[in-house]
DNA sequence: CGCTTTATGGACCGATGTTCCATAAGGAGT
DNA sequence: ACTCCTTATGGAACATCGGTCCATAAAGCG
């Protein structure tokens, strides 16, 4: 049995109905709960009480489906209104904060946001970055490279901390899992791995916040240098 | 009819026999041809002569195989050996470089590169990295979260700039879809969209290389600045 | 010359993304 | 009120995939 569907009179889409907003929502929640590899059609299908085929006339397949939702994440980091008045690298290193909170919390999502943004919320990114590195007083030649490499390290390197937490099950497994590679360091010929062998307790005790704003900071250190020389 | 196997006399694999070092060559030729999605392994067992049976024999799962064409492609970076005598920034700089010229030449690959590293030429990079800013003459207890930094920047940003270019087809699409891209912007509203809406001409002729090295140039300012105060 | 180990490869299973299509509920025009 | 037409819907069906199973055979070993 269909479920009722088209707008009503004051416009509204009836509550009932399907729309790209609601799959995207509830392929969300499936999304946290199951990871990517458990995010399905014929699951989301049944969750929302519908058939597959009904969410293909919404999305035009599964990549776009996992994009939109990972942009809605990335999203979340624009909820809080700019804070109005400091420096570009105040601004810029908040932003930057924001982004890796969002992403931190719905980790299937961080190796999903693509670039060049194309968007919404990846656009937004990007423009608020553009618009705090024009106030930083560098020459506008280069206010697009410096902007897109600072969208990059942003969303680059979140994946790349964030990504195997979305593999890996639970969050206790870190420790262990850090514990394993640690130990896998330690075996290494310090001949061969000189750096690596030494350094086994630091990957140990390591902060991952701590390891996205180090490299942050450096940036941002580079681009105040380069701004004000 | 089973082909060969087992080890020759002088220890060595027969000629036809099947090794997961065949293995994952043949399955980077594919990947190289057919993007990740081409990649089968029933192609791929078909290309050996063999069954998808007999891969399982050599290699776990899918995943295991691409993260292991993915770390191969990795150590087509450390091919030359490291220059002997330059300073820490710029065997830094030339490593950074090497690594992303390397994905770039095998985009699929770029997406497959995983932090904290257990492969062993992920593992030779984070070594090399930890060599050099050893060499910087920052404070010991920093060595772990810069050199982790800088490692994420590399395989982070390069995955961020290169991975689009695995699902888009050939390298000719890349002007129409950055054509396509810009028209876009120029679309959004300025008021939203300040920064976006301005630069859609830099968007259309930016170099991919241009953009790495511009945020590793930030990068290696501020690791300087932090060393030499 | 048997016995064990190391592979091999084809059949098979379960599940997935996607397409197809019969069908129904508004809205628009007359 | 009656007839199209557009917008959806949802379940069946299709092609294909990753992965498992197992009968089988070559090499090593005693």
Redesign the pocket.
Same mark, same amino acid.
């Given at each position: 049995?269909?479920? @009722?569907?088209?707008? =009503?009179?004051d416009g509204k889409?009836?509550a009932?109905?399907?729309?790209r907003e609601i799959i995207v929502g509830a392929a969300i929640a499936l999304l946290d709960e199951l990871g990517e590899?458990?995010?399905?059609?014929?699951?989301?299908?049944?969750q929302?009480? @519908?058939?597959?085929? =009904?969410?293909?006339?919404?999305?035009?397949?599964?990549?776009?489906?996992v994009a939109l939702a990972a942009d809605e994440v990335l999203g979340h980091a624009f909820t809080a209104p700019p804070p109005p008045e400091e420096s570009a690298g105040a601004g810029l290193r908040a932003l930057a904060i924001a982004v890796f909170d969002a992403l931190d919390q719905h980790p299937w999502a961080a190796s999903h946001v693509n670039a060049p943004p194309t968007l919404a919320n990846a656009l937004r990114l990007l423009d608020r970055i553009g618009t705090l590195v024009a106030r930083t007083g560098l020459p506008a030649e280069r206010h697009f490279a410096v902007s897109t490499a600072i969208s990059y390290y942003i969303t680059g390197v979140s994946a790349q901390i964030i990504a195997p937490r979305a593999t890996a099950v639970a969050a206790t497994d870190r420790d262990a899992f850090l514990a394993q590679t640690a130990e896998h360091w330690e075996k290494l010929d310090p001949a061969d791995y000189p750096f690596l062998t030494r350094t086994t307790t630091d990957l140990r005790d390591h902060d991952d916040r701590d390891q996205f704003t180090t490299g942050l900071d450096l940036l941002l250190d580079g681009l105040n240098t380069t701004a004000n020389p």
């Open positions: 049995m269909p479920r @009722t569907r088209g707008r =009503a009179p889409w009836r009932d109905a399907l729309s590899r458990g995010l399905t059609f014929r699951l989301l299908a049944k929302l009480n @519908t058939g597959p085929g =009904a969410l293909y006339w919404h999305v035009t397949n599964k990549d776009e489906l």
